[in-house]
């Protein structure tokens, strides 16, 4: 966490496969000074016939009441060295930045019921990244996470850009990353030709087998 300004005395340990209603480790601007706090990603919903709120689209985050107080005043950063995105039929895969280095995603951070929560914003999929999905984390430039972090809302407006796709990566992985339950660091290994041909085959005579849904829509 040093790369954001943050120290931190408690031992961390690596997270692969974080979900919605998980909790996570966020920064937010505290005072003068950085601070990282625990989270949980994603709103319950308000009633019955509402969703649970995961993601908060840049295009739109100033003007929907759910979204622009927070855009405003209480904006945060997600440390994360990749995501998970799902290509039909249900194929999972891995994106990270070419050199596998960490990024921050912009995000906004809520209190429900004493705890803290937090969506991630999304931006449009860039190019190539779009035949995986249109929808992408919104992928804030390291020179912008400070500035992110403290000044105004209108301020913040200049950082509402779609990330370049050749800073991107990406690659096949197993449908384990589907499962909540599961989170080591095998899910971000590639998928050999063996394995995709395997799963090509197995895909025809069944079906594609469910998996989770899409994380940045």
């Given at each position: ?18 979900a919605p209603g998980q909790t996570a480790l966020v920064i937010q601007q505290s005072d003068l000074h950085a601070q990282a706090v ?24 100033t003007e929907k009441p759910t979204f622009r107080d927070a855009f405003a005043a209480r904006r945060c950063l997600i440390a994360a ?77 200049q950082y509402l850009q779609v990330p370049s796709t050749r800073q991107f990566n990406w690659y096949r992985v197993g449908p384990a ?41």
């Amino acid at each position: 966490m040093r790369q954001f300004g943050v120290m931190i005395m408690e031992t961390l340990q690596p997270r692969w496969n974080v979900a919605p209603g998980q909790t996570a480790l966020v920064i937010q601007q505290s005072d003068l000074h950085a601070q990282a706090v625990h989270a949980k990603w994603g709103l319950p919903p308000a009633s019955s016939k509402q969703s649970f709120l995961i993601n908060a689209r840049m295009e739109t985050v100033t003007e929907k009441p759910t979204f622009r107080d927070a855009f405003a005043a209480r904006r945060c950063l997600i440390a994360a060295t990749g995501w998970y995105e799902w290509s039909a039929p249900r194929q999972p895969w891995h994106i990270q930045l070419r050199d596998g280095g960490l990024m921050g995603f912009g995000g906004l951070l809520f209190t429900c019921d004493g705890e803290t929560h937090f969506v991630v914003m999304t931006s449009a999929a860039e190019a190539d990244l779009r035949a995986i999905h249109h929808r992408q984390p919104l992928v804030l430039p390291r020179s912008s996470w400070l500035s992110w972090l403290t000044s105004d809302g209108r301020t913040a407006e200049q950082y509402l850009q779609v990330p370049s796709t050749r800073q991107f990566n990406w690659y096949r992985v197993g449908p384990a990353v589907g499962k909540t339950t599961e989170d080591h660091p095998r899910l971000v290994t590639p998928l050999d030709e063996a394995q995709l041909a395997a799963e090509k085959s197995a895909s025809r005579a069944a079906g594609a087998a469910q998996s989770q849904g899409d994380l940045f829509a």
